[in-house]
Nanobody, 115 residues
Framework: QVQVVESGGGSVQPGGSLRLSCAAS????????MSWYRQAPETQRELVAV???????NYADSVKGRFTISRDNAKNTVYLQMNNLKPKDTAVYYC?????????WGQGTQVTVSS
């Protein structure tokens, strides 16, 4: 059984930092593109960052220079380091593992940025 589980969300003040983790089990993440998405209330889910299996990395323009995605294949885990957080970053953050027809999502973790 495949599980994708996010953790590390919480409430921070503007300018603060959080590190999200996504642990996958039941798959070997080496082959998978691992990505983070987010969804704020009444908005569509959007791609935040992606780390491909071959080293490809890309970010949404809105988070470039503030967020960093990294992966530890030995631990089947991907991280999202979020610095200089802004209120507009408030959303539920989801992890996604995808490889051809295999597509798995986590349940999400809430990030709230507010003073």
């Amino acid at each position: 059984q495949v599980q994708v589980v996010e953790s590390g969300g919480g409430s921070v003040q503007p300018g603060g930092s959080l590190r999200l983790s996504c642990a996958a089990s039941g798959i070997i993440t080496n082959n998978y593109a691992m990505s983070w998405y987010r969804q704020a209330p009444e908005t569509q889910r959007e791609l935040v960052a992606v780390a491909g299996s071959g080293g490809y990395i890309n970010y949404a323009d809105s988070v470039k220079g503030r967020f960093t995605i990294s992966r530890d294949n030995a631990k089947n885990t991907v991280y999202l380091q979020m610095n200089n957080l802004k209120p507009k970053d408030t959303a539920v953050y989801y992890c996604r593992a995808r490889w051809f027809g295999n597509d798995y999502w986590g349940q999400g973790t809430q990030v709230t940025v507010s003073s």
